[in-house]
């Protein structure tokens, strides 16, 4: 089915860990982004891609590292997870970056680091 | 720079009355604005979007939204709540930049 689905749904790891959250779209966007949304922020944006290859800084990026090989995956990667990146995080992607195309979002990874 | 206020963190409605979410915005020019519902456990999706025309714009589910250039507004509104209507409720604003940023959002409950 077409659409943005992110995996894993649900992930508990340790402080110190690395780990990494993919976020996969069928629709050939050019445009990719990860959030973390935590209670009384909203969604802050971490990093974001504008096509493959080319990847640019958000509001919140520090500890956290993306890469795109392919225009249809935007992992991110925590190379040594910390207790505060324990979030909801969300992939989105649009077609362009222009203002009248809304993002798709996908359903999201719970992050529990212990 | 652009930025986005929702006023009210969580709002109490019973089922069948009207509603109005809250959304200010701040930039130099006319924005790009959106709204967006967030189901339990499910990624946002869009409800209706605002860039140029008629002020007034219709989404899904009966939602529409008003845009008011002089007050910096972007009020989202229903005139007959549903219990399923209950959700967290984003508001969007996007300028030159043409990446988003979010408001805090409203946690709507809807009381039977």
């Known amino acids: 089915d077409a659409g943005i689905t992110q995996s894993p749904r649900y992930k508990i790891t340790e402080t110190g860990r690395q780990v990494t959250l993919m976020c996969h779209q069928t629709?050939?966007?050019?445009?990719m982004f990860w959030y973390r949304q935590d209670l009384g922020h909203g969604l802050r944006l971490i990093y974001y891609?504008?096509?493959?290859?080319?990847?640019d800084k958000g509001e919140v990026p520090d500890g956290y590292v993306v890469s795109r090989s392919k225009t249809e995956n935007f992992p991110l990667t925590l190379e040594s997870a910390t207790r505060s990146q324990t979030s909801v995080y969300f992939c989105?992607?649009?077609?362009?970056?222009?203002?009248?195309?809304?993002?798709?979002f996908g359903d999201g990874t719970r992050l529990s680091i212990l | 720079a652009q930025s986005v206020t929702q006023p009210d963190i969580h709002i109490t409605v019973s089922e069948g009355a009207s509603l109005e979410l809250r959304c200010n915005y701040s930039?130099?020019?006319?924005?790009?604005l959106f709204w967006y519902v967030q189901s339990p456990g499910q990624g946002l999706q869009l409800l209706l979007k605002?860039?140029?025309?008629?002020?007034l714009v219709q989404g899904i589910k009966g939602f529409e939204a008003e845009f008011k250039r002089s007050q910096s507004s972007f009020n989202l509104r229903k005139p007959s709540v549903h219990w399923s209507d209950a959700a967290e409720y984003f508001c969007?604003?996007?300028?030159?930049?043409?990446?988003?940023?979010f408001g805090r959002g409203t946690s709507l409950i809807v009381h039977p």
């Open positions: 969007a604003v996007e300028g030159g930049s043409y990446i988003p940023t």
């Open positions: 891609s504008a096509a493959a290859d080319i990847t």
């Open positions: 930039y130099g020019a006319t924005p790009y």
């Open positions: 989105a992607s649009r077609p362009t970056n222009t203002g009248d195309q809304p993002q798709h």
């Open positions: 605002y860039f140029s025309g008629d002020t």
């Open positions: 629709w050939s966007h050019s445009y």
